[in-house]
């Protein structure tokens, strides 16, 4: 790996370490690690000399070749200047042969800058000799990526280091160990040669070919003699998955058939004989099926101009992309592209291979079963509690507790390589008693637990009680695996000021429905919180217990976090979570990160739900702080769901607090479902309203603020509802009654459900 300028001294840190990944057939989740493909390899080109220093006295005698001329030492005398040193050649770095695609989310590209020409000054020498021009220079590195049989050369400029604020650090909502998300270099432009065009339209078309089985559309193109439409219609609707991928097919060739004739170009001999009688087909579907069954497709050879200008900013068809279509003047596009330098899949290898506990190399996630049973590629386990280094702790067969060793297959002696997995099942009760009593025991004797996982939590009661087993866990655990079987996951609280290296969230139920919250001060000192494995259940029959990773689109706080005066806990909270550590997954929310997550965050998604059911003093927004006070580019972020705390039939607020509510936060867009709760459900029927502080009244932002009140928590409230004034406050009553609200006037001396200074 060469680099071009000083600059790229970055990439070099980023890219120094390469990594070999697997290629897997789409039926196995991983199957082959180290595969060491040429598919997406690639290396730096450094087109300049190692020296910058435009002096001609510097002592290189003692230098080793670098990207920079820092602290370089001057002679006393110079003499005649220095040859260039030779360029530097490095083993290219491979990356996955099969990409991540992902739809494209476009940003503005700077066209390629013209290349600059650095003046030299003049040297004087006798006689004169002939100047040879330099390459023109830019300020890019140049990435050679091997896409097919083509080597392409791409400018690229490294990512800027990602640096915490000191601030952030100070309140301890940093990262005890800074997570990079962004590894791969920013792509400037792409050298545009015919050699990738042409690759780019034979992977294409090759992917277009993969989408068509040509038995499925045999019967289409060589029916029995007998067939009529009805038979064909038949054949079309004969199965869901038939009518599935027929009609997926026929998404593809639309806008081709619906160019009139222009199909006719692109069809076989006999497809073109047979035309004007597949015109003549009624059924409309029928119809096009049996065009399309003589489509030759080697005859698409070209593709979009949206597919050639995009490979200048980086984008490429792979063989394997499932969307792509015919345009109306045949041709190949597709609704998806892959990066020729896969940001994605190198962050999905690192956190794969670095950070797991139990470290692979490849940028899949493990699968349910996996998950579920506790294994992983290239280890494997023994089971030894019986073994006599455990046998001291007493546990009996019918306990649901068993230590593992877990070993690695091929020993590295760079990594762990072998292990203790505690397993706890918290549905056994005889095991769930005696869980906190064995975690001091091992405490107590100093044995290294290197994985505690305890399964099941909640399913026999989902109030289950497991903050004390959580504060007793040692304070440095290199793995955390806990399966939540209901949404109560209040006890994670307790690992605030755990030393957790990787944590691992998981369910049998559904990961899917809302309702999943965590508290952000959980994870304060966890380093990685593993969001790669299984997530997705309805691949499985409904009533299937599969084991999936938990994603959280709500973060909640407990009554503890705050006192009814100091806010600085759950804004320092809110804080983490929007900003600070938004470049992890955890903290992205349902839509995960955007284009550039460790210096963007304000593109990146974040929770959009917030529940504060537990914080009983709580009544409102105020004094909640949802924008970036360190970073104010950042768009500030929007609630689409608030809970609030409230335990009786009537919600208090009072008027200085509705004044201050801060609900337009809450996004009440078009196209939004926001919407306000409370602990208790639709119990919550009525609203008293109360003068405080010496406000009396509603001012424009109480009223926009109650009105919010009543239309987002339409499950409770609504034009009929009933409004509780004191009597001693008539300038409430008036305002409300003169809004049209229902009114009631109540003694002032009428216990209030809820009253803080």
Do not use: C
């Not at 219609?233 to 027929?246: D, G, V």
């Not at 399913?459 to 087993?469: C, G, H, L, T």
């Amino acid at each position: 790996m060469i680099f071009k300028k000083r600059k790229a001294r970055n990439l070099l840190l980023i890219f120094g370490v390469g990594s070999a990944s697997s290629i897997l057939a789409s039926t196995i989740v991983y199957h082959s690690i180290n595969d060491n493909t040429n598919s997406n390899r690639f290396s730096i080109l450094n087109l300049s000399k190692p020296n910058f220093i435009s002096k001609n006295n510097l002592d290189l005698s003692n230098l080793d070749p670098s990207i920079t001329d820092i602290n370089i030492k001057e002679l006393e005398k110079v003499k005649p200047q220095e040859k260039p040193k030779p360029e530097i050649n490095q083993a290219p770095i491979v990356l996955p042969k099969q990409e991540i695609e992902k739809e494209i989310k476009k940003e503005p590209t700077p066209a390629p800058k013209d290349p600059e020409i650095k003046k030299e000054e003049p040297a004087v020498v006798n006689p004169p000799v002939e100047t040879i021009a330099e390459e023109p220079k830019d300020n890019s590195a140049i990435a050679i990526v091997d896409y097919g049989n083509v080597k392409v050369r791409i400018h690229v400029t490294p990512v800027p280091p990602r640096k915490d604020n000191p601030n952030d650090i100070l309140k301890q909502i940093a990262n005890r160990k800074p997570y990079i998300s962004e590894l791969a270099p920013d792509i400037q432009y792409v050298e545009v040669t015919e050699e990738l065009k042409a690759q780019n339209r034979k992977f294409a078309q090759q992917a277009l070919g993969k989408s068509i089985l040509d038995g499925a559309f045999e019967a289409f193109r060589t029916p029995p003699i007998h067939w009529n439409e009805e038979n064909f219609a038949r054949y079309y609707e004969s199965s869901p998955s038939n009518i599935y991928y027929f009609d997926k097919i026929l998404e593809k060739f639309k806008n081709l058939l619906d160019n009139g004739d222009k199909v006719v170009e692109f069809l076989t001999d006999e497809g073109k004989k047979l035309y004007p009688e597949l015109k003549k087909i009624k059924n409309e579907k029928i119809k096009r099926l049996r065009i399309i069954s003589y489509i030759d497709i080697t005859k698409f050879v070209l593709t979009s101009d949206k597919l050639e200008g995009e490979l200048s900013q980086g984008y490429v068809i792979k063989p394997d992309n499932d969307n792509i279509y015919i345009t109306e003047d045949g041709k190949l596009d597709s609704y998806s592209r892959t990066p020729l330098i896969n940001g994605s899949v190198e962050r999905l290898i690192k956190d794969n291979s670095e950070l797991r506990t139990f470290d692979y190399n490849s940028y899949y996630g493990r699968t349910g079963k996996s998950v579920e049973e506790g294994t992983y590629p290239g280890w494997t386990k023994t089971d030894v509690t019986k073994n006599p280094e455990y046998a001291k702790y007493k546990i009996g067969d019918n306990d649901g507790i068993k230590f593992e060793l877990i070993k690695r297959d091929v020993p590295d002696p760079k990594k762990r390589n072998q292990g203790i997995i505690l397993t706890i099942d918290a549905e056994n009760e005889a095991g769930y008693a005696k869980t906190l009593e064995l975690i001091n025991q091992l405490k107590a004797d100093k044995k290294e637990i290197t994985s505690y996982r305890i399964i099941n939590i909640g399913r026999n009661n989902a109030n289950q009680s497991f903050i004390n087993i959580f504060k007793a866990l040692p304070d440095k655990i290199p793995q955390l695996e806990l399966f939540f079987e209901t949404h109560n996951t209040t006890s994670l609280i307790a690992l605030e000021d755990k030393e957790i290296d990787e944590l691992s969230l998981y369910t049998t139920g559904n990961s899917n429905a809302g309702g999943w919250s965590i508290n952000p001060w959980a994870l304060k000192k966890t380093a990685w919180v593993n969001m790669i494995d299984y997530n997705v259940s309805f691949d499985y029959k409904p009533g299937l217990r599969v084991a999936t990773r938990l994603g959280f689109d709500d973060i909640a706080f407990e009554d503890s976090d705050f006192d009814g005066k100091d806010f600085s806990r759950i804004n320092n909270g809110l804080r983490m979570v929007y900003w600070v550590r938004n470049n992890e997954r955890v903290f992205q929310g349902g839509l995960g990160a955007g284009l550039k997550p460790d210096r963007n965050e304000g593109e990146n998604s974040y929770p959009v739900g917030l529940d504060l059911s537990r914080v009983t003093k709580i009544k409102s927004l105020r004094n909640l702080i949802f924008s970036d006070i360190e970073k104010p580019s950042n768009k500030p972020r929007k609630l689409v769901r608030l809970v609030l705390y409230n335990d009786s039939e009537t919600f208090e607020i009072d008027a200085d607090e509705l004044n201050n509510a801060n609900f337009g936060v809450i996004d009440t867009g078009p196209f939004s479902r926001s919407k306000i709760s409370f602990r208790n459900g639709n119990q919550t029927r009525k609203i008293k309203i109360t003068s405080k502080n010496g406000v009396t009244k509603l001012n424009s932002s109480g009223l926009d603020n109650l009105q919010k009140l009543i239309t987002l928590a339409r499950d409770n409230f609504g034009p009929e509802t009933e409004f509780k004034v004191p009597n001693t406050d008539k300038e409430l009553f008036e305002q409300l009654e003169k809004l049209g609200k229902k009114v009631i006037q109540v003694d002032p001396n009428e216990k209030a459900e809820f009253e803080f200074s």
